[in-house]
């Protein structure tokens, strides 16, 4: 279990750092697959030098999120997330 308090529906359009601080995107959307009232891992839409592409974040990576701020903090560096459509 994370130790993330705070309902994950709830970070849309937030924005997502990596462990340097690097920002990396906006939460598109809760990402829902082994139970249906909680979230396995975030999608976040990134803006690159390829065009617009999606992150997955696993809900396992997130570190801490400052909802006053807007923010997802990951404990791991960009390059370590899979990247889909």
């Not at 906006?26 to 829902?32: D, L, T």
């Not at 030098?49 to 701020?69: E, H, N, Q, S, Y």
């Amino acid at each position: 279990m994370s130790s993330v308090a705070i309902d994950l529906a709830g970070t849309r359009g937030f924005l997502v750092a990596d462990a340097t601080g690097l920002p990396l995107g906006r939460v598109e959307c809760p990402m829902y697959g082994s139970r249906p009232d909680a979230p396995d891992a975030l999608s976040v839409r990134t803006h690159g030098l390829l065009g617009r592409r999606r992150r997955l974040v696993p809900v396992d990576v997130i570190a801490a999120i400052d909802a006053a701020a807007g923010v997802v903090g990951l404990r791991v560096g960009g390059d370590q997330l899979r990247t889909f459509l």
